[in-house]
């Protein structure tokens, strides 16, 4: 059993900053792909950052602004938000590719935390 915990949404105003946190844990053999992804009411869930071995990838609304970090040991991603928008309350999703032995492999999403971004 694979669970991804996530923490760190709230309530922030208008260029401020938030950090989000996700953590995998049970039984984990190795970790590729970590990402996060949020949801608007009433809209899909886009991508908005992802990390691999190599340069991470940002969604266009928020280069500049948010930076996708990961600690291997602690099987742990983060996003830094700063310059916050309205725009951009959501629920925020990690995703991660999971392989639970050499050779299964699964994608896991954490449970959601809610970011909102008002005065």
């Known amino acids: 059993q694979v669970q991804l915990v996530e923490s760190g949404g709230g309530l922030v105003q208008p260029g401020g900053s938030l950090r989000l946190s996700c953590q995998a844990s049970?039984?984990?053999?190795?970790?590729?792909?970590m990402g996060w992804y949020r949801q608007a009411p009433g809209k899909e869930r886009d991508l908005v950052a992802v990390?691999?071995?190599?340069?991470?990838i940002y969604g266009d609304s928020v280069k500049g602004r948010f930076t996708i970090s990961r600690d291997n040991a602690k099987n742990t991603v983060y996003l830094q938000m700063n310059s916050l928008k309205p725009e951009d309350t959501a629920v925020y999703y990690c995703?991660?590719?999971?392989?639970?032995?050499?050779?299964?492999?699964?994608?896991?999403w954490g449970q959601g935390t809610q970011v909102t971004v008002s005065s």
């Open positions: 995703k991660m590719s999971i392989r639970t032995t050499p050779s299964i492999v699964q994608f896991y």
């Open positions: 049970g039984s984990i053999f190795s970790i590729g792909f």
């Open positions: 990390i691999t071995s190599g340069s991470p």
